[in-house]
Each structure stands twice: as C-alpha cells, then as structure tokens.
C-alpha cells in the first residue's frame, strides 16, 4: 500500500506491513514470552542466592535496635577489628592496582622463560583452600620461616595474607583488556612525538582504567571479608590483629547473632560505598577522556 508524501510533490510512499510495525512497537515494550521467563529465573535465583540472605542479616541487625547495633559498633575490641580491616584493605588495594597492572602489563608485553609458569603462579591464590593459604604463609613467614622473616601474629601478617589472596583480581581484569590494546595506537603517539609516559597516561591508561576500578573493587571486596588465610598467622590477637571476620565469628560463638549480624552489615555498607565510588570515579574519568 502507497500513500502520498505531504511533504514531497506527490511521489508515492510505501507503507512498512502492518506486521512489521506490530512486531518492532513489541520489540521496544513488553518482553517476548521468553526473555520474560528468563528474567523471571534470573530474579529468582538472585533473590535465593543474595537478596534473601541479606535481607536476614538486616533484620538480625535491628534485633537489637539502634542502641545496640551503636553499642556493638563502638566497642573498643570491634572498633580496632574494624579500623584494622578497612585500612589494610584500602593498603593492600593500592598496592594491587600498581602491582597488578604492572604484572598484568609483563604478561602481556614482554616475552621470557617461564612466562607460562607465571601464569599458572598468578591463579594460585584462586585455587587454594584459605586455610591452606594461611598454613602456606605460616610455614615461609612464621617462627620457623626459612628464610628467617617472622612476621606472624603483627599486622603485617594482616597485609601479607591479604595481599596474596587478592593480587589475581586487578591481573586477570587489566590482562585481557591490555590484549585488546592495538599496539599501532602507541607507535602512531611515538611518531607524533608522545614520550612513553604521556602515550600510557593519555592513551592506554584510559583504556585500562574500567578493568583496574574492576579489579580494585574486587580485591577489596573480598579483603575486608577474609578470614581463613588470616587464623593461622595473624594470631587474632584482640585490639592488636583481630579483624572483622574474626569477631564476627566470635560473636556467633558467644551466642550474639545481632552482634555478629551489626558487624556483617558495616562490612557490607562499607564495601558499597568503596565499590560506587570506584564506579564513579571512573564513570567521571572516562567522561573527561
């Protein structure tokens, strides 16, 4: 079917099938019977896996009201735990950003003997058991070190055993994407005369900068959380090298569920905010570039 144009001298226009029309306003509306379903299955295994659970830890926290979710978060022995966890957190997060990029730029860049076998050493920490991690700290950094460095029950033993479990996150996030990278971006910037530093601040780091916000909010996430690597070597020692996860356990031990649930919620709170942050940051770098 033709119809004439209003806006031209009369040329006929043909009309797109009625079908057609029907089909791309659904398109853009409700979803097929499909993709509903599969929302549907998502939705609920999300809400079973994470949401319900959370929900429990929030409703466990107001058990014992604001008071004594105040009264939990303000004392002494959980306070140090707290402030130990997040600064070390942050500490080793910084660290992995730099060293993670770096290792993940050698990976990729630079061609040597045993490369492989780096590959294979960087997925360590992801296939051991924590537990099995901290035995392993304990045995090359304890009182029995071979090496003769003895660092357990201090809070560098906090930052080590952090340390070894959260390095992965930033190299397997920035690795791929630095694959990605065309290599003649670079030798277009050095043939307009773009120093190195300039070619990597101004055209790769931008590039990088999504993976490394990733890998960052990764490792800390799972910092702040992590407690098998920390039992064997920190010691738990109260107000000295205890940290969160500890306390949480402690409390659950005690019988305070509303204790261990308040401390689990400030863990959470804190780790949303680092992660939107982090998010923003880049959202605004990536703006500016």
Known sequence: MTTANPLSTGIPVEEPPRGLVHRRTRRHGALHAQSATGLGFVMLFFSVIVLLPLSAVLVKTTAGGWSGYWRTITNDQTLAALRLT?????????????????????????????????????????????????LVLLAL????????????????????????????????????????????????????????????????????????????????????????????????????TEVASVRILTYVENGNDAAAASVATTLLAIALVVIVSLDLLQRRVARRG
Do not use: C, H
């Open 86 to 134: 997040i600064t070390q957190a942050l500490l080793v997060t910084l660290v992995n950003v730099v060293m993670g990029t770096l290792i993940a730029w050698v990976l990729v860049r630079d061609r040597f003997r045993g490369k492989r076998i780096l590959e294979v050493l960087i997925d360590v920490p992801f296939a051991l058991p924590t537990i099995v991690a901290g």
């Open 141 to 240: 950094y304890g009182p029995k070190s071979p090496i003769g460095i003895d660092v357990a029950n201090t809070q560098r033993a906090v930052f080590l055993a952090l340390a070894f479990v959260t390095l992965p996150f930033v190299v397997r996030t920035v690795q791929p994407v630095l694959e990605e990278i065309d290599a003649e971006v670079e030798e277009a910037a050095a043939t307009l005369g773009a120093s190195r530093l300039t070619t990597f601040r101004r055209i790769i780091l931008p590039s990088l900068l999504p993976a490394i916000t990733s890998g960052a909010a990764l490792s800390f996430a799972r910092a702040i959380s992590e407690y098998g690597s920390l039992v064997l070597l920190s010691g738990n020692l109260a107000l000295r």
